[in-house]
């Protein structure tokens, strides 16, 4: 069974620009959640998204927004880029089954922003 | 909000020794408390977790504890092997979806 794969793995983007990262989940996982992992902050949830509503969102700027497909598909896209939203961007899918929130994380996509 | 110490932030421990990982958090509602293994360049893989209902569960070498009243959970590991050198970190959850995680520890185990 194939595990969460995000595209793209690397990314260079300069301040002001924007960006736009996509995350596939593991088959029949209807529930994903998105986080932020720098070395000051750590791992920060930034929002989760089930059958293309989101949830729950954690304490990021409006410039971070998501948005999930019919088909669980979800990105997670980054306006108006600062030097300090360089990180390592982590989706998570699940069942979502009532208590169960088993999270399985994909590899992460590597944003810099220059 | 949901707030997640974990200790100690580094590790050092000889192949064969055990290790122990400590985490404590402050939202009572949290029910679920998940631990996860980051090796460099990957996601954060799923080694083990626990439900409020239950006080410990082990799988192997793994095992993990809950003390609901104290609001404390702790990572044992017995019987280090090299390859369990990562970072690990504890994560407690209240919410669908949304997992508070500790800062993490970097274990090392030297053969």
């Known amino acids: 069974k194939a595990g969460v794969t995000q595209t793209p793995r690397y990314l260079i983007k300069t301040r002001g620009q924007q960006v736009t990262l996509s995350c596939s989940p593991i088959?029949?996982?209807?529930?994903v959640s998105w986080y932020q992992q720098t070395p000051g902050q750590g791992l920060q949830f930034l929002f989760e998204y089930f059958s293309e509503t989101q949830r729950n969102k954690g304490n990021f700027p409006g410039r971070f927004s998501g948005r999930q497909f019919s088909n669980s598909r979800s990105e997670m896209n980054v306006s108006t880029l600062e030097l300090g939203d360089s990180a390592l961007y982590l989706c998570a899918s699940s069942w979502d089954r009532g208590a169960y929130n088993e999270q399985f994380f994909g590899p992460g996509t590597r944003l810099t922003v220059l | 909000g949901e707030n997640v110490e974990q200790h100690p932030s580094t590790l050092s421990v000889q192949e064969g020794d055990s290790a122990v990982i400590k985490c404590t958090y402050s939202?009572?509602?949290?029910?679920?408390f998940p631990w996860y293994k980051q090796e460099l360049g990957k996601g954060p893989q799923l080694i083990i977790d626990i439900r409020s209902n239950v006080g410990e569960k082990k799988d192997q070498r793994i095992a993990v504890t809950l003390n609901k009243t104290a609001k404390h959970f702790s990572l044992h590991i017995t019987e280090t092997q090299p390859e369990d050198s990562a970072v690990y970190f504890c994560a407690a959850s209240a919410y669908y979806g949304k997992l508070t995680f500790g800062q993490g520890t970097i274990l090392t185990v030297h053969p």
């Open positions: 939202d009572s509602a949290s029910n679920y």
């Open positions: 088959s029949g996982h209807r529930s």
